[in-house]
């Protein structure tokens, strides 16, 4: 069984920083892409950052600049380094994980970021 546990969520001044992790156990396989949502309080879920098995990245528009995504392959994790976070930012982040072959598709609880201005 897959399982997806994100940590690192909190509370924070605009300005500051967070880390998100996530890590991954279960049979994943390896050929995957690695992401990060997040669900704002009356809003749609929404895609903040995709990674790659290879390193390739790709961004929202309103984090670009501001969050960094980055994985290690070898412990199944995936980070997501966020800076210069903004009141906007508030929200529940969600990991993410799509195997490239059979589109099986994992998510995780969610952890809940607060950006207070």
């Known amino acids: 069984q897959v399982q997806l546990v994100e940590s690192g969520g909190g509370l924070v001044q605009a300005g500051g920083s967070l880390r998100l992790s996530c890590a991954a156990s279960?049979?994943?396989?390896?050929?995957?892409?690695m992401a990060w949502y997040r669900q704002a309080p009356g809003k749609q879920r929404e895609l903040v950052a995709t990674?790659?098995?290879?390193?390739?990245?790709n961004y929202a528009d309103s984090v670009k600049g501001r969050f960094t995504i980055s994985r290690d392959n070898a412990k199944n994790t995936v980070s997501l380094q966020m800076t210069r976070l903004e009141p906007e930012d508030t929200a529940v982040y969600y990991c993410?994980?799509?195997?490239?072959?059979?589109?099986?598709?994992?998510w995780g609880t969610g952890t809940l970021v607060t950006v207070s201005s």
């Open positions: 993410y994980i799509r195997e490239v072959i059979g589109s099986m598709i994992y």
């Open positions: 990674i790659t098995r290879d390193g390739s990245t």
């Open positions: 279960g049979n994943i396989f390896s050929r995957n892409v």
